[in-house]
């Protein structure tokens, strides 16, 4: 049957959704989500010609090498859009409010049991009420910074209905509370690192303006180094990121790829695999800078003119330092690349147009000391001439964030829309009053006996100088925390030692902890109460899509079905405990949720294109390309042309090979020093095959984004787990997180495909499906990160391959307050599933489903019902 048939069969009602997965708002995928009968039929593209005549929408289009990418007719939707009805109707939705049965808020809370308790189902009204009623006893027995609000990260697409943080708005009505700061998590090495060498803020990734249009006509080899930039972008920009590797090929230019797995756009699209240890990229870097300076083939009046502090860098190369030249032979034995290709690589790098590419910067920019690879990339760029036609550092995701037209890669348009206006939760900035904790630091602060520093608020954004910036917890006049509210909880499943935080969520101080989401799942486990929220399918609401590589758009969404079960929305359900408090009239500013949609379309940036009813009635408004878009100077155009009159935004204006910021504030600092160092382990981490701990743990594990979920989310979606690569069945039936193992590694460990493996060391043990592969390099495992909770032993275990909650609890390094989660040291050895089933059989007898995973609703007594 035709499209055209079903649809008229079937009395079909089209809403406009954007259906991404990022938070606040600001980026995303536009789809037509089908209804029928009051539920989803099929989710499929936004079709541009669907309400407009596509041929009065003005075009842009790239000429080059006798070839043309323009935009498609359609969005261009990713696999977890098509998909996403099999999360809206998942087992896993929390459909009522639930209370753990063993916490009693007039009585003993046993903290110590959370993650072990069942629940029981309660109503909304006792559920605001016990709510509102810890809050007021917190605040008043402690101070309202008592309460931390967890309110950021991996969540869907929302504006008035909550892009995280709608219990901030109401806690700052109440005096403030501590605020959970998210650190730029998917930037680390370039935040923390390659800001001090080029500046870029906000997040230390390089200028983007129309780099498309460059590299199509100028670049002639590119760089995939240290992730899969076609794989992080389907949650967000779908398949745009794909449309540009093809078209990169279809040009013919050449694309290597770096990193120790061949990953999907490593194995589809790179003309060679450059396999490297995991952590160790700076040893490969500064060696191919070895080369360049002793052939003498870098462009030397680039770095005279546009750079500051080389000399002492070459000092460093060369071993006039610390008396070890940084030579390929030096770097083989550290990154595991052979000296010829090292040497290679360069030659090659020094005769060509370069760009390097990357999705934020993957697990390269997520590990130990993150900021020396960041930074030394940078200098890599310059001692070639940065800014020279084809050159730059293309990212793949996250374009004109931040409100940035020169975050975008491609044609720019007449306006970059914003919702902004209709905003009704969002921890973009310091909080309004109290204090804030870094996110990788929060169970630190909780289970410390006494206060804790650190630099930089380390909200993605905040400027460079931040970072000298000391903070403390508990700040002077505050409270140390005892009460949770959270409406990400992901944290266990997402972040830096997720064990540690276990252990934190069930410390004493901690007497109530609150947890709204649509779905049970990883933190949930450990709260007292639990506030069910619906998916952004049963709300109205406005979004902008910014990343879909065609047009800019402003949606209208209309809610698709009805909310399932008691579910409400983020806002809606912070209001319910607002009226408890008394502050609901100040908590909606009197506005409903269509005066809210109305506000964000007023201030969106076209209501002076549309009429606000024009714009409701067509679902959407496609945003033209500016006419001027091809002028625009890519990259770093401008800094190459001009270093004098177009500087960067660092102390010198110049790239900075001798960080002069670090070297004012950090001059002691030997885990960021003012020049970048190869650094496989110090102070803060041991996380190296150099060191004693290896004998130990004889692996390195990466651990990506992974290809079949977005961070923690869609991990109980059927057809998504049937995929082969997405989980590996184990003898039990049960399907596990695969973890790439190198046939060598393989015959020595005595494992085949489909064993079961533990994943190990000294923070805990996680279980994972062997999936023997020459994929992966000898010495090296990997696994993706983000597998959904199914814990052994709450702290210590965890079936579902959980690597998050064995990943280092110390951050990038000393001053650096950012997240490690890959490229750390494990052991692996296969377990006997039967065993293991001995041992704890109530885990291994809990309910189980193939198709979605752990049966959670055995967490809830009379959850079948």
Same mark, same amino acid.
């Given at each position: 049957?035709?499209?055209?048939?079903?649809?008229?069969?079937?009395?079909?009602?089209?809403?406009?959704?954007?259906?991404?997965?990022?938070?606040?708002?600001?980026?995303?995928?536009?789809?037509?989500?089908?209804?029928?009968?009051?539920?989803?039929?099929?989710?499929?593209?936004?079709?541009?010609?669907?309400?407009?005549?596509?041929?009065?929408?003005?075009?842009?289009?790239?000429?080059?090498?006798?070839?043309?990418?323009?935009?498609?007719?359609?969005?261009?939707?990713?696999?977890?859009?098509?998909?996403?009805?099999?999360?809206?109707?998942?087992?896993?939705?929390?459909?009522?409010?639930?209370?753990?049965?063993?916490?009693?808020?007039?009585?003993?809370?046993?903290?110590?049991?959370?993650?072990?308790?069942?629940?029981?189902?309660?109503?909304?009204?006792?559920?605001?009420?016990?709510?509102?009623?810890?809050?007021?006893?917190?605040?008043?027995?402690?101070?309202?910074?008592?309460?931390?609000?967890?309110?950021?990260?991996?969540?869907?697409?929302?504006?008035?209905?909550?892009?995280?943080?709608?219990?901030?708005?109401?806690?700052?009505?109440?005096?403030?509370?501590?605020?959970?700061?998210?650190?730029?998590?998917?930037?680390?090495?370039?935040?923390?690192?390659?800001?001090?060498?080029?500046?870029?803020?906000?997040?230390?990734?390089?200028?983007?303006?129309?780099?498309?249009?460059?590299?199509?006509?100028?670049?002639?080899?590119?760089?995939?180094?240290?992730?899969?930039?076609?794989?992080?972008?389907?949650?967000?920009?779908?398949?745009?990121?794909?449309?540009?590797?093809?078209?990169?090929?279809?040009?013919?230019?050449?694309?290597?790829?770096?990193?120790?797995?061949?990953?999907?756009?490593?194995?589809?699209?790179?003309?060679?695999?450059?396999?490297?240890?995991?952590?160790?990229?700076?040893?490969?870097?500064?060696?191919?800078?070895?080369?360049?300076?002793?052939?003498?083939?870098?462009?030397?009046?680039?770095?005279?003119?546009?750079? /500051?502090?080389?000399?002492?860098?070459?000092? /460093?190369?060369?071993?006039?330092?610390?008396?070890?030249?940084?030579?390929?032979?030096?770097?083989?034995?550290?990154?595991?690349?052979?000296?010829?290709?090292?040497?290679?690589?360069?030659?090659?790098?020094?005769?060509?147009?370069?760009?390097?590419?990357?999705?934020?910067?993957?697990?390269?920019?997520?590990?130990? /000391?993150?900021?020396?690879?960041?930074?030394?990339?940078?200098?890599?760029?310059?001692?070639?001439?940065?800014?020279?036609?084809?050159?730059?550092?293309?990212?793949?995701?996250?374009?004109?964030?931040?409100?940035?037209? =020169?975050?975008?890669?491609?044609?720019?348009?007449?306006?970059?829309?914003?919702?902004?206006?209709?905003?009704?939760?969002?921890?973009?900035?310091?909080?309004?009053?109290?204090?804030?904790?870094?996110?990788?630091?929060?169970?630190?602060?909780?289970?410390?006996?006494?206060?804790?520093?650190?630099?930089?608020?380390?909200?993605?954004?905040?400027?460079?100088?931040?970072?000298?910036?000391?903070?403390?917890?508990?700040?002077?006049?505050?409270?140390?925390?005892?009460?949770?509210?959270? =409406?990400?909880?992901?944290?266990?499943?997402?972040?830096?030692?997720?064990?540690?935080?276990?252990?934190?969520?069930?410390?004493?101080?901690?007497?109530?902890?609150?947890?709204?989401?649509?779905?049970?799942?990883?933190?949930?486990?450990?709260?007292?109460?639990?506030?069910?929220?619906?998916?952004?399918?049963?709300?109205?609401?406005?979004?902008? =899509?910014?990343?879909?590589?065609?047009?800019?758009?402003?949606?209208?969404?209309?809610?698709?079905?009805?909310?399932?079960?008691?579910?409400?929305?983020?806002?809606?359900?912070?209001?319910?405990?607002?009226?408890?408090?008394?502050?609901?009239?100040?908590?909606?500013?009197?506005?409903?949720?269509?005066?809210?949609?109305?506000?964000?379309?007023?201030?969106?940036?076209?209501?002076?294109?549309?009429?606000?009813?024009?714009?409701?009635?067509?679902?959407?408004?496609?945003?033209?390309?500016?006419?001027?878009?091809?002028?625009?100077?890519?990259?770093?155009?401008?800094?190459?042309?001009?270093?004098?009159?177009?500087?960067?935004?660092?102390?010198?204006?110049?790239?900075?090979?001798?960080?002069?910021?670090?070297?004012?504030?950090?001059?002691?600092?030997?885990?960021?020093?003012?020049?970048?160092?190869?650094?496989?382990?110090?102070?803060?981490?041991?996380?190296?095959?150099?060191?004693?701990?290896?004998?130990?743990?004889?692996?390195?594990?990466?651990?990506?984004?992974?290809?079949?979920?977005?961070?923690?989310?869609?991990?109980?979606?059927?057809?998504?787990?049937?995929?082969?690569?997405?989980?590996?069945?184990?003898?039990?039936?049960?399907? /596990?997180?695969?973890?790439?193992?190198?046939?060598?590694?393989?015959?020595?460990?005595?494992?085949?495909?489909?064993?079961?493996?533990?994943?190990?060391?000294?923070?805990?043990?996680?279980?994972?499906?062997?999936?023997?592969?020459?994929?992966?390099?000898?010495?090296?495992?990997?696994?993706?990160?983000?597998?959904?909770? =199914?814990?052994?032993?709450?702290?210590?275990?965890?079936?579902?391959?959980?690597?998050?909650?064995?990943?280092?609890?110390?951050?990038?390094?000393?001053?650096?307050?950012?997240?490690?989660?890959?490229?750390?040291?494990?052991?692996?050895?296969?377990?006997?599933?039967?065993?293991?089933?001995?041992?704890?059989?109530?885990?291994?007898?809990?309910?189980?489903?193939?198709?979605?995973?752990?049966?959670?609703?055995?967490?809830?007594?009379?959850?079948?019902?």
């Amino acid at each position: 049957m035709s499209d055209k048939e079903r649809s008229s069969q079937s009395n079909v009602k089209k809403y406009y959704k954007s259906t991404g997965f990022c938070s606040f708002g600001i980026g995303s995928e536009a789809a037509e989500v089908e209804v029928k009968d009051g539920k989803i039929l099929r989710i499929r593209p936004l079709r541009y010609d669907s309400k407009y005549d596509t041929g009065k929408i003005r075009k842009w289009k790239i000429t080059a090498r006798g070839k043309t990418f323009e935009p498609c007719k359609k969005t261009p939707l990713g696999p977890f859009s098509y998909v996403y009805e099999n999360r809206v109707y998942s087992p896993n939705r929390i459909l009522y409010p639930l209370k753990r049965v063993d916490w009693d808020p007039d009585g003993e809370r046993n903290p110590q049991n959370r993650g072990k308790s069942k629940f029981v189902r309660i109503s909304w009204d006792e559920a605001a009420e016990l709510i509102a009623k810890e809050i007021k006893r917190v605040c008043e027995k402690y101070g309202p910074t008592a309460v931390l609000v967890q309110g950021d990260g991996h969540g869907e697409t929302k504006a008035v209905h909550g892009p995280h943080g709608c219990h901030l708005a109401l806690m700052n009505l109440l005096g403030g509370c501590t605020v959970q700061a998210r650190q730029p998590d998917s930037w680390e090495g370039w935040y923390w690192g390659a800001k001090h060498a080029w500046g870029q803020d906000p997040v230390g990734q390089g200028r983007q303006a129309n780099l498309i249009k460059d590299i199509s006509e100028h670049t002639t080899m590119m760089l995939f180094w240290g992730c899969d930039p076609e794989t992080t972008p389907l949650g967000w920009g779908g398949m745009s990121a794909s449309r540009l590797c093809f078209w990169f090929r279809e040009l013919g230019i050449k694309i290597i790829s770096i990193c120790p797995d061949l990953n999907y756009a490593a194995a589809v699209h790179a003309d060679k695999w450059i396999p490297v240890l995991p952590n160790t990229d700076a040893a490969l870097q500064l060696a191919i800078a070895y080369t360049w300076i002793t052939e003498d083939i870098y462009d030397k009046e680039y770095v005279a003119t546009h750079t /500051y502090g080389f000399e002492e860098f070459k000092k /460093y190369v060369l071993g006039e330092e610390d008396g070890v030249a940084k030579t390929p032979k030096w770097a083989e034995k550290l990154c595991g690349v052979p000296a010829r290709i090292i040497k290679a690589l360069a030659r090659k790098w020094a005769k060509e147009a370069v760009t390097i590419a990357h999705c934020n910067g993957g697990s390269y920019i997520r590990s130990c /000391y993150s900021t020396e690879p960041g930074r030394l990339e940078v200098l890599l760029l310059a001692m070639q001439g940065l800014g020279k036609p084809g050159t730059g550092q293309l990212k793949f995701f996250e374009w004109q964030l931040f409100g940035l037209h =020169d975050q975008n890669p491609l044609p720019r348009s007449e306006v970059l829309p914003s919702v902004e206006g209709a905003y009704r939760g969002a921890v973009l900035e310091p909080p309004e009053k109290g204090q804030f904790i870094p996110k990788t630091l929060i169970p630190k602060a909780i289970l410390s006996d006494e206060p804790i520093s650190w630099y930089g608020v380390t909200l993605a954004g905040m400027p460079k100088e931040d970072q000298f910036n000391e903070y403390r917890y508990p700040e002077v006049g505050c409270s140390e925390v005892h009460m949770i509210w959270s =409406d990400t909880p992901c944290w266990t499943v997402c972040w830096n030692g997720g064990n540690k935080w276990i252990e934190a969520l069930r410390s004493p101080k901690i007497e109530c902890v609150v947890v709204q989401h649509p779905w049970f799942e990883n933190d949930c486990l450990f709260a007292d109460i639990i506030l069910p929220i619906n998916t952004k399918f049963e709300e109205e609401d406005i979004s902008v =899509d910014i990343l879909n590589g065609n047009y800019n758009l402003v949606l209208y969404e209309g809610q698709c079905v009805e909310p399932l079960g008691e579910s409400k929305s983020d806002y809606e359900a912070v209001a319910e405990v607002a009226k408890k408090l008394g502050l609901y009239e100040q908590y909606t500013q009197s506005k409903t949720v269509k005066e809210w949609i109305k506000t964000g379309f007023e201030k969106s940036g076209i209501s002076d294109r549309i009429s606000y009813e024009e714009w409701l009635e067509k679902g959407y408004y496609i945003i033209p390309p500016a006419e001027d878009w091809e002028n625009d100077e890519p990259g770093f155009s401008p800094f190459y042309k001009d270093p004098e009159n177009k500087p960067l935004d660092t102390p010198t204006g110049k790239i900075e090979f001798y960080a002069t910021g670090l070297a004012e504030h950090f001059p002691d600092d030997k885990e960021r020093p003012p020049v970048p160092h190869w650094i496989p382990y110090g102070e803060s981490h041991q996380e190296s095959l150099q060191h004693p701990r290896s004998e130990k743990y004889p692996f390195l594990i990466v651990s990506n984004h992974p290809r079949w979920r977005v961070h923690a989310q869609l991990d109980d979606v059927p057809w998504l787990r049937e995929i082969p690569t997405c989980k590996v069945k184990g003898p039990d039936g049960y399907l /596990y997180e695969p973890l790439w193992i190198n046939p060598v590694d393989a015959k020595a460990l005595g494992v085949k495909t489909g064993d079961v493996v533990k994943i190990y060391n000294d923070r805990g043990w996680v279980l994972g499906g062997a999936y023997v592969t020459e994929r992966i390099m000898p010495g090296v495992v990997y696994q993706d990160h983000g597998a959904r909770l =199914d814990l052994i032993v709450p702290g210590e275990s965890d079936r579902s391959g959980s690597n998050n909650l064995i990943c280092p609890t110390n951050t990038t390094s000393k001053n650096c307050a950012g997240e490690v989660t890959s490229g750390y040291l494990v052991g692996v050895e296969k377990v006997d599933v039967e065993a293991l089933k001995k041992q704890y059989p109530e885990v291994f007898n809990r309910p189980y489903d193939a198709r979605y995973g752990v049966d959670q609703a055995a967490w809830i007594i009379g959850g079948d019902e």
